[in-house]
C-alpha cells in the first residue's frame, strides 16, 4: 500500500518528460526517425540523455526507426518472355539408354 501513496522516483518524472519529447520527435519526423536521431535531436535541442535510455524507452513505447528494403539480386524475367517448351513433362527416367536428353543452359 504504501508503493501506491508514494510519489513518484526522479526517474519516474524524468522518464515521463523523455517520453513526451521522444514521441513528440518522433512524430515530427512523419514516424521514420530511430533510437540514433532521436537522440541526435534531443542532444541538438539541449535535453542531455544517455543513448541507452532512449533506447530503454522506445522500446517500451514500441518506437522503430522505418529501414530501407534490399532489392531482390536476381533478374525476373518477364512474362512475354519465350521459353523453351518443356517436352519432356517432367519426366525424367528413360527406360534404356539415349532415350531421353536433357541439357540446362
Not at 533478374?75 to 541439357?103: H, I, M, Q, S
Request: glycine share 6%; proline share 6%.
Amino acid at each position: 500500500y504504501a508503493a501506491k501513496q508514494r510519489t513518484p522516483s526522479a526517474r519516474a518524472v524524468r522518464d515521463g518528460e523523455l517520453t513526451e519529447l521522444i514521441m513528440e520527435i518522433y512524430n515530427d519526423s512523419k514516424q521514420v526517425y530511430g533510437i540514433r536521431k532521436i537522440h541526435a535531436e534531443l542532444l541538438r535541442r539541449g535535453t542531455k540523455v544517455a543513448q541507452c535510455t532512449v533506447e530503454r524507452l522506445c522500446r517500451k513505447l514500441g518506437i522503430r526507426g522505418v529501414v530501407r528494403g534490399k532489392f531482390p539480386r536476381r533478374p525476373r524475367l518477364a512474362p512475354e518472355t519465350d521459353r523453351p517448351d518443356d517436352r519432356v513433362e517432367r519426366e525424367f527416367t528413360a527406360d534404356g539408354p539415349n532415350e531421353l536428353w536433357v541439357a540446362d543452359i
